[in-house]
């Protein structure tokens, strides 16, 4: 039996707010004007931040030699964009670093995925030269953040939600909705929201299983749906949902993404995975 709108909005009252830092660097990444002295300030208010940002501005992801020891060096050394990445990423870590049963998710499998899918997502704008980067990078972070409110109906209900899948033969998400009354990208949507969230992230979470629903930031929209599906095709799945929601070929077409693209992205992506110490 679907369960009410009520539950779900307690539950999602219930989920600390976003942290202000998090919240800041997300307003920083919005203007162009923003100074890479501005995002240090905000980033060294929080030493909690900063100190996570480091550990991981040191994993051999990066590539560099000698240790980052403050947040001005990894600024220089790094670059403005992947520091503000990194803040972001350190930011919301708390959240994410969760096990979700429901969806068969181990302690910080979620984490790794939403990981891996914002740094896909800001690969391809790269690739396809568009210009929001940054903004598909906290939008990978964030896309399955719905997860964490629903996981515990879907624990319920787990085995009949795969067998219906598998007799409907119809994805999970749509299923999810069916039986659960919301789906996980909706209810992501809604949490989104409640951290007044900017529109555009609130539309690519939203939307991320059903691009073809957003009325704007349809390519961002596009981005992080094909992000999601190349993370869970090299094996940093987001949950037992992971193979039952297909990866849609309007997204690729829209994207003007071939076969051939998605095999040389893949490839370039798996450097990021031998370095476990870049998702820690
Ligand atoms: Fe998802
Ligand atoms: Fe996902």
């Not at 931040?49 to 480091?54: D, H, R, V």
């Not at 870590?93 to 910080?108: I, N, R, V």
């Not at 299923?175 to 949490?191: C, D, F, P, Q, R």
Request: net charge negative; glycine share 8%; with cysteine.
């Amino acid at each position: 039996m679907p369960i009410k709108l009520e539950h779900v909005l307690k539950r999602i009252q219930a989920l600390p707010p976003l942290p202000t830092s998090a919240m800041r660097v997300i307003a920083l990444t919005k203007n162009p004007a923003t100074s890479a002295q501005e995002l240090e300030t905000v980033i060294a208010q929080d030493p909690a931040l900063a100190a996570s940002m480091l550990r991981q501005a040191n994993s051999s992801y990066y590539g560099y030699a000698r240790r980052i020891s403050s947040v001005q060096e990894a600024i220089v050394v790094l670059g403005f964009q992947a520091t503000q990445g990194l803040a972001m990423a350190s930011a919301v870590a708390p959240f994410l670093k969760t096990g979700l049963s429901g969806y068969d998710m181990e302690q910080e499998g979620l984490w790794k995925h939403s990981m891996l899918t914002a740094m896909t997502a800001r690969r391809l704008c790269q690739n396809l030269k568009l210009p929001f980067g940054d903004v598909a990078f906290t939008a990978g972070l964030l896309h399955d953040i719905g997860k964490l409110i629903i996981a515990v109906y879907v624990q319920e209900v787990g085995p009949y939600l795969l067998k219906k899948v598998s007799e409907a033969k119809v994805s999970y998400v749509e299923i999810e909705e069916k039986v659960i009354g919301y789906n996980h990208a909706t209810v992501g949507g809604m949490l989104a929201k409640r951290w007044n969230l900017p529109e555009d992230l609130v539309t690519a979470i939203s939307y991320h299983h059903d691009p073809s629903g957003a009325e704007n930031y349809t390519k961002l929209t596009n981005v992080i749906h094909v992000a999601n599906g190349l993370a869970n095709s090299l094996g940093m799945g987001g949950g037992v949902d992971s193979f039952l929601n297909p990866l849609l070929q309007e997204s690729l077409e829209d994207l003007t993404l071939k076969e051939l693209d998605l095999e040389l992205l893949i490839s370039s992506l798996g450097d990021l995975l031998i370095d476990p110490s870049l998702f820690n």
